[in-house]
């Protein structure tokens, strides 16, 4: 087994977002703000807000269930579950171990992974891994957030940008002769950077407490000057050394998938890396940042609706808290 490499492709996606809605308009009666404002500066017009009743794990559930069926699988055919979150139910048990019950994927290894919004590259680089060498044949990685319930909507800065949304990618190995691929990972880390966006209680670091929850520290906080800085380069180095390693240019990619954070930081990648608008997906408009479920919900769309087709080449990129960054190619 160790003398051999397999291939992993995407087999199967599905995503899923709550009905209910946040709406610009709406956000005009909680901040100093209007719909024009939001609009033109993030490109943002809605965003999907979970149930009180609804934790991470239970839209997870919803999209994993699509992917798994459109894999043509049964949950206990998954030999591993990666869940990429920063919402997760609780510390512990893992959001992961709370969705393979749901699921009935018995006896398959289950873990939780925090990346922010590259969560979900950093899922499909261990899946990879995983796939690669033999270790696993059907891995679920399912990016699922609610975000809804750590932000501050008195913060103009924030509640504007974040929404409630899961997404689910089974990565399996490829049969011999399919074209799927992926082609190369590239995964980074700045701890220096990581108070840049964060989330300071919930954690080991403060203790929960009357005094914690009245200073909001159990509310995202963010420099969006820094982070919209930080976001342009680190995405755009993440995506030019993936093309790079794989010796591609823009030419070879028939998509690029960057996070879904911002309008105008996806315009500013595709700038600073001299790519095409016409070529990236952008799919936020009505789902907001998701975190972790962006990338995974616009591709799954464009899956869906005809744009991604078997054999195309995809470019990822993302960035998110801690600083993290990551680019992937792969044909699909």
Not at 104 to 114: P, R
Not at 185 to 200: D, I, T, V
Request: net charge negative.
């Amino acid at each position: 087994m160790a003398d051999t490499f397999y291939q992993t492709k995407i087999s199967g996606t599905g995503h899923y977002l709550p009905p209910k809605l946040l709406t610009n308009k709406d956000l005009e009666k909680l901040v100093e703000t209007t719909d024009e404002w939001i609009t033109e500066r993030t490109g943002i017009k809605e965003r999907h807000i979970a149930d009180e009743s609804q934790a991470s794990s239970d839209l997870a559930y919803e999209a994993a269930k699509i992917a798994i069926k459109e894999a043509g699988l049964t949950p206990e055919d998954i030999d591993c579950i990666i869940f990429p979150t920063v919402t997760p139910d609780h510390v512990m048990p893992s959001s992961a171990c709370l969705l393979q019950e749901k699921l009935g994927a018995k006896n398959c290894m289950a873990f939780d992974l925090t990346a922010a919004c590259s969560g979900f590259i950093y899922a499909m680089s261990i899946a990879h891994s995983f796939i690669q060498t033999g270790h696993y044949k059907h891995v679920l990685c399912i990016g699922s957030e609610v975000l809804s319930k750590f932000v501050d909507y008195t913060d103009r800065g924030v509640c504007i940008l974040f929404g409630d949304g899961s997404a689910a990618a089974v990565l399996s190995r490829a049969e011999e002769g399919e074209e799927s691929k992926i082609y190369s990972r590239h995964c980074y880390a700045e701890g220096a950077h990581g108070k840049l966006l964060y989330l300071p209680m919930g954690g080991s670091a403060i203790r929960p407490s009357h005094e914690a929850i009245e200073a909001n520290q159990h509310t995202v906080e963010m420099n969006g000057r820094e982070i919209f800085r930080n976001a342009v380069r680190t995405m755009g180095k993440a995506a030019q050394t993936t093309l790079e390693t794989n010796g591609m240019t823009k030419e070879d990619v028939d998509w690029f998938i960057p996070h879904q954070a911002n309008a105008r930081i996806i315009e500013a990648v595709a700038k600073h890396i001299d790519f095409p608008m016409e070529k990236v997906i952008v799919e936020l408009a009505d789902i907001g940042n998701t975190s972790a479920a962006t990338i995974p919900i616009a591709m799954d769309r464009a899956i869906r609706d005809g744009r991604i087709k078997r054999g195309q080449n995809i470019l990822l990129a993302a960035f998110g808290g801690g600083l993290t960054s990551g680019g992937l190619l792969l044909k699909y």
